[in-house]
């Protein structure tokens, strides 16, 4: 079988761990257990990694089309053959009477999926082929009273199935047809090997709890502002994204997936980065979250611990982990032949000067909902801030580039956003504050970035100081609050990169990236909205919105050529960046 598109897939979550459903009917990827777990599923990225193919029999031609359920991640797809038409309504089960927020405190670890007959008869495939360890075991399935039982290295599954399998070489498979009004039940439940049983729930009710679990939050998320339903379809994604146990929000739910088909350029996004906790914090803000807005500010406090002279880590583990250590899977394929396949990311011991920003941004946007200000929040904060004086030294930047480090402008004007950040909640964060000192340093970052950062021969803001190189990671100057959009300089660098970096409305990292960079489209219309050309940004911004695959997903770019999407999916920041971007639609001035 031919890779899927990468747009082709459908998200399941349980707000613990995520599976991918092909518009074809395969589960190609699941991470039982958590996000960045190993993989059961890995045919995403090898075809002999393992799947479960839940479709209409190879031959029959069908017509999809598919759609999440009533405001869930619960996906129901309707196949459509020459002879009849059935259903799949298929979800990662909700704990049984969970509502709202609780939703993955205490996943049952459960795949269900349930065929219904709607006209006719339609004959379907049911192919099950588990391959735990990123497709290193080969396991031994055992048939017994509708069901197979696996026991693979640290794992059990058990699939219950109501149609006869025949079991041989490490696959199950079967036949069956479903006529109107029948209804076929499957589950597949997971354990670790040498614990309890893998928990049983009945998937025809368990679905419909699972829906209400999901509908249960709606009325918590009260948002006002312009393309209201669009911001609460992406909300709910975001929520997806989210390890429950901790709050915290992964890049993405996948790795490897690569930025060009056949490149190297290929990371494992599936942990939770500081570089994104300002723009993730943003949009659960707008969306009226404030448990999850807590939860995820308590997250980077605890996963930070007390801070010192050496950077603070730019990613941790969804549970707080800050060794990342990146290995390959060199086994696996890749992804359209995309090697190598990375567990662990590198990038988790660069410098990268912007993420003391991120923290101290969204503590003065919380200020509010702060509370009494605990003596260990109080010594990152602080810590934070000194963090940001040493702005004069090279970093990765938002980029992550792997090398000695540059002087990029985000970077330090994200600097400057945690200084004055730092500045305005002093009061806050005790006798080790020093805003004197912060303020003037504040002010030294802002003097050197407007007037070292413009380039006259260019006429813009340049990525790095010195460069004649425009980056789009300079959008971020006005939403860190260091410049206006309206000012003359930052007009003339938003205009330079709507014209020299944009290729079919999509907005590109750098003149020669060879994608749109989602994020950075939705920076363009803020931008554009900050600087008050609120018709060309509300045009942009639906022609983007537009870009998402037919159930709302968006992954890390997109081709302007062909439209596909590539790198990891579904990317949390594209999502948050259009709620910020919708809200900045409707209240400009916004942080």
Same mark, same amino acid.
């Given at each position: 079988?031919?890779?899927?598109?990468?747009?082709?897939?459908?998200?399941?979550?349980?707000?613990?761990?995520?599976?991918?459903?092909?518009?074809?009917?395969?589960?190609?990827?699941?991470?039982?257990?958590?996000?960045?777990?190993?993989?059961?599923?890995?045919?995403?990225?090898?075809?002999?990694?393992?799947?479960?193919?839940?479709?209409?029999?190879?031959?029959?031609?069908?017509?999809?089309?598919?759609?999440?359920?009533d405001g869930s991640l619960v996906l129901r797809t309707v196949h459509r053959t020459g002879t009849g038409s059935v259903a799949v309504t298929e979800a990662l089960l909700a704990e049984p009477g969970v509502h709202a927020h609780d939703l993955g405190r205490d996943s049952p670890m459960v795949l269900a999926r349930v065929v219904e007959g709607l006209t006719g008869t339609v004959r379907m495939c049911c192919e099950y082929v588990p391959r735990p360890e990123y497709g290193l075991i080969v396991p031994y399935?055992?048939?017994?009273?509708?069901?197979?039982?696996?026991?693979?290295?640290?794992?059990?599954?058990?699939?219950?199935?109501?149609?006869?399998?025949?079991?041989?070489?490490?696959?199950?498979?079967?036949?069956?047809?479903?006529?109107?009004?029948?209804?076929?039940?499957?589950?597949?439940?997971?354990?670790?090997?040498?614990?309890?049983?893998?928990?049983?729930?009945?998937p025809v009710p368990a679905l419909r709890d699972t829906v209400e679990s999901w509908r249960a939050g709606e009325d918590l998320h009260r948002y006002d502002g312009r393309y209201r339903d669009l911001v609460r379809q992406h909300a709910l994604i975001v929520q997806g994204l989210t390890y429950r146990p901790s709050g915290a929000v992964v890049a993405a739910v996948t790795t490897s997936l690569p930025e060009r088909l056949g490149g190297t350029d290929n990371y494992d996004y599936r942990y939770a980065w500081?570089?994104?906790?300002?723009?993730?914090?943003?949009?659960?803000?707008?969306?009226?979250?404030?448990?999850?807005?807590?939860?995820?500010?308590?997250?980077?406090?605890?996963?930070?611990?007390?801070?010192?002279?050496?950077?603070?880590?730019?990613?941790?583990?969804?549970?707080?982990?800050?060794?990342?250590?990146?290995?390959?899977?060199?086994?696996?394929?890749?992804?359209?032949?995309?090697?190598?396949?990375?567990?662990?990311?590198?990038?988790?011991?660069?410098?990268?000067?912007? $993420?003391?920003?991120?923290? @101290? &941004?969204?503590?003065?946007?919380?200020?509010? %909902?702060?509370?009494? +200000?605990?003596? =260990?929040? /109080?010594?990152?904060?602080?810590?934070?801030?000194?963090?940001?004086?040493?702005?004069?030294?090279?970093?990765?930047?938002?980029?992550?580039?792997?090398?000695?480090?540059?002087?990029?402008?985000?970077?330090?004007?994200?600097?400057?956003?945690?200084?004055?950040?730092? $500045?305005?909640?002093?009061? @806050? &964060?005790?006798?080790?504050?020093?805003?004197? %000192?912060?303020?003037? +340093?504040?002010? =030294?970052? /802002?003097?050197?970035?407007?007037?070292?950062?413009?380039?006259?021969?260019?006429?813009?803001?340049?990525?790095?100081?010195?460069?004649?190189?425009?980056?789009?990671?300079?959008?971020?100057?006005?939403?860190?609050?260091?410049?206006?959009?309206?000012?003359?300089?930052?007009?003339?660098?938003?205009?330079?990169?709507?014209?020299?970096?944009?290729?079919?409305?999509?907005?590109?990292?750098?003149?020669?990236?060879?994608?749109?960079?989602?994020?950075?489209?939705?920076?363009?219309?803020?931008?554009?909205?900050?600087?008050?050309?609120?018709?060309?940004?509300?045009?942009?911004?639906?022609?983007?919105?537009?870009?998402?695959?037919?159930?709302?997903?968006?992954?890390?770019?997109?081709?302007?050529?062909?439209?596909?999407?590539?790198?990891?999916?579904?990317?949390?920041?594209?999502?948050?960046?259009?709620?910020?971007?919708?809200?900045?639609?409707?209240?400009?001035?916004?942080?």
């Amino acid at each position: 079988m031919s890779e899927a598109a990468i747009a082709d897939y459908g998200l399941l979550s349980d707000c613990a761990s995520a599976a991918l459903v092909s518009r074809h009917g395969s589960v190609d990827w699941w991470c039982p257990g958590r996000f960045d777990a190993p993989s059961v599923f890995g045919r995403l990225l090898d075809p002999d990694a393992g799947h479960w193919t839940l479709c209409p029999v190879p031959g029959s031609d069908p017509r999809t089309e598919r759609a999440y359920v009533d405001g869930s991640l619960v996906l129901r797809t309707v196949h459509r053959t020459g002879t009849g038409s059935v259903a799949v309504t298929e979800a990662l089960l909700a704990e049984p009477g969970v509502h709202a927020h609780d939703l993955g405190r205490d996943s049952p670890m459960v795949l269900a999926r349930v065929v219904e007959g709607l006209t006719g008869t339609v004959r379907m495939c049911c192919e099950y082929v588990p391959r735990p360890e990123y497709g290193l075991i080969v396991p031994y399935l055992h048939c017994r009273d509708g069901q197979v039982f696996t026991t693979a290295g640290p794992l059990a599954l058990a699939l219950r199935a109501p149609v006869p399998l025949d079991c041989a070489r490490g696959r199950a498979v079967g036949e069956f047809d479903v006529a109107a009004g029948q209804v076929f039940g499957f589950d597949l439940a997971t354990a670790t090997a040498y614990g309890p049983p893998p928990r049983r729930l009945d998937p025809v009710p368990a679905l419909r709890d699972t829906v209400e679990s999901w509908r249960a939050g709606e009325d918590l998320h009260r948002y006002d502002g312009r393309y209201r339903d669009l911001v609460r379809q992406h909300a709910l994604i975001v929520q997806g994204l989210t390890y429950r146990p901790s709050g915290a929000v992964v890049a993405a739910v996948t790795t490897s997936l690569p930025e060009r088909l056949g490149g190297t350029d290929n990371y494992d996004y599936r942990y939770a980065w500081l570089r994104d906790f300002f723009l993730t914090m943003r949009a659960l803000w707008v969306t009226a979250c404030p448990e999850e807005t807590g939860r995820l500010f308590d997250w980077a406090a605890r996963s930070a611990g007390r801070t010192g002279d050496e950077p603070v880590p730019v990613m941790y583990g969804v549970t707080g982990e800050r060794n990342l250590a990146e290995y390959s899977l060199d086994h696996l394929r890749g992804y359209a032949g995309s090697r190598p396949v990375r567990v662990g990311n590198g990038a988790w011991q660069q410098r990268q000067h912007d $993420v003391p920003g991120e923290v @101290l &941004l969204c503590a003065y946007l919380l200020r509010d %909902r702060l509370g009494d +200000v605990t003596e =260990e929040l /109080r010594a990152l904060l602080v810590g934070l801030a000194e963090q940001a004086t040493h702005w004069r030294e090279p970093d990765a930047g938002m980029w992550e580039e792997r090398g000695s480090g540059r002087h990029y402008l985000a970077s330090k004007a994200m600097c400057w956003g945690a200084l004055d950040s730092a $500045v305005k909640i002093a009061p @806050l &964060l005790g006798p080790r504050a020093d805003p004197q %000192r912060w303020a003037a +340093v504040r002010d =030294e970052i /802002r003097r050197t970035v407007l007037r070292d950062g413009w380039n006259e021969r260019v006429g813009a803001y340049t990525g790095t100081i010195g460069s004649s190189e425009l980056d789009a990671s300079v959008l971020v100057l006005p939403a860190s609050g260091m410049v206006a959009a309206t000012d003359p300089q930052m007009r003339a660098t938003i205009e330079a990169i709507a014209t020299g970096l944009t290729t079919d409305g999509l907005v590109r990292r750098w003149p020669d990236d060879p994608a749109g960079f989602v994020i950075c489209t939705f920076w363009l219309v803020e931008c554009l909205a900050m600087a008050g050309e609120t018709e060309r940004a509300a045009a942009l911004f639906e022609r983007t919105a537009a870009r998402a695959n037919d159930l709302g997903l968006f992954a890390e770019q997109i081709d302007p050529r062909t439209g596909a999407h590539l790198g990891n999916t579904p990317l949390a920041l594209s999502h948050v960046g259009l709620i910020a971007a919708a809200w900045r639609l409707t209240k400009p001035t916004f942080i």
